[in-house]
C-alpha cells in the first residue's frame, strides 16, 4: 500500500516528465491508486479550484480515505509521542501505511522518525 502525504501528493499532481514518469512507474509496481487521508488535503489545497486544479485532477484518481477511526488516532498519537517530531496530519499518514506499507513525501526527516517507531513503513521521499 502506499499513502500520499500533503507533498507527495502535490510533486506527483505537478505537470512534469518526472511525475508521470513516477506515476508509471508506481502502476507498473502495483502501487496505485494510492491513499489519500482527506486530512492530507487541507495541507495540500489551496481552497480555490483555479489554483487546485492539477492536485484536484489527480486526486480523482486516488483512493480518498474521509473516516478516522478512534484506533486509528490513537496509533498516530502514539507514534507522534514516540518520534517527537511531526505533525498530526504527519502521524495519520504513517499509521495508515502500516503495516508493511510505503509513504511518499517531500518531508522525509519527519515523516522518517514517525515511521522509525511503525510496523515496517517505509519512508519514500520525492
Known sequence: MLVLDSG???RLSERSRRAAALIL???AEGLWPPLVPSVVLIEA???DSAK???ANRLIKTCDVEEDLPV???RRAALLRTRARQGS?????VVAMAEPGGSVLTSDVDDLGAL???SRGV???GV
Not at 88 to 92: F, K, M, N
Open 71 to 73: 484506533n486509528l488516532a
Open 122 to 124: 517505509i519512508v519514500e
Open 88 to 92: 498530526a496530519v504527519d502521524a495519520l
Open 52 to 54: 487546485d486544479v492539477l
Open 45 to 47: 489545497l489551496q481552497g
Open 25 to 27: 512507474a508506481l502502476k
Open 8 to 10: 507527495g501528493l502535490s
Open 115 to 117: 515511521a522509525s517507531h
